[in-house]
């Protein structure tokens, strides 16, 4: 079965650092480029990040650029997301997604996890 | 903020059907393929319309997507109980290099 689960997620205080875990089975992980999403309570989806399947390609939302940031170990079929100077607005639930699309003009996210939580509050 | 507007919500009575529109700009909608994904709260998303009009397996076809210029429709038909969740649409912004969603909209079978 293809599946995707989250984890890292918790409590932390504003300027905080929190990680992210993701781990990939049932599929060829280093085929697949890979991003994060997140949901804010009461709000929609919001786009992240993207990493390339070997790392060489990644972007960030305007949001997060220079606090955050993606990796990837194809050798774990793991993704991460490492979060630093988080923000009360970063709190959410922050889903990783596997892409398809040769190229980015067919970009879209056909397998998603569950999501974990991240609440930034004092 | 997105750069893709959708209404807020839609409404039909079970077995109707409802469309939701997307709309974008040239950068976004009128360069590259349009997806819907479908969102009940507390559960994964899932992907129901990819490169504008193709269903993944396992999606009925009941659920259509079409696409004109800077905007996408999502119809939805014989509309179920068990369709009453919240579609976003998306697509890559060539412009900005990210992945944008929709505002997101939220579907309700009175």
């Known amino acids: 079965e293809v599946q995707l689960v989250e984890s890292g997620g918790g409590l932390v205080q504003p300027g905080g650092s929190l990680r992210l875990s993701c781990a990939a089975s049932g599929f060829t992980f280093s085929d697949y480029s890979m991003n994060w999403v997140r949901q804010a309570p009461g709000k929609g989806l919001e786009w992240v990040s993207y990493i390339i399947t070997i790392s060489s390609i990644i972007y960030y939302a305007d949001s997060v650029k220079g606090r955050f940031t993606i990796s990837r170990d194809n050798a774990k079929n793991s993704l991460y997301l490492q979060m630093n100077s988080l923000r009360a607005e970063d709190t959410a639930v922050y889903y990783c997604a596997r892409v398809r699309g040769s190229n980015f003009a067919y970009y879209n996210m056909d397998v998603w996890g569950k999501g974990t939580t991240v609440t930034v509050s004092s | 903020q997105s750069v893709l507007t959708q209404p807020p919500s839609v409404s039909a009575a079970p077995g109707q059907k409802v469309t939701i529109s997307c709309s974008g700009s040239?950068?976004?909608?009128?360069?590259?393929?349009v997806s819907w994904y479908q969102h009940l709260p507390g559960t994964a998303p899932k992907l129901l319309i990819y490169e504008n009009d193709k269903r993944p397996s396992g999606i009925p076809d009941r659920f259509s997507g079409s696409k004109s210029g800077t905007s996408a429709t999502l119809g939805i038909t014989g509309l179920q109980t068990g369709d009453e969740a919240d579609y976003y649409c998306?697509?890559?912004?060539?412009?900005?290099?990210?992945?944008?969603f929709g505002t997101g909209t939220k579907v309700t079978v009175l």
């Open positions: 040239s950068s976004n909608i009128g360069h590259n393929y």
């Open positions: 998306g697509t890559w912004d060539s412009s900005l290099s990210v992945y944008v």
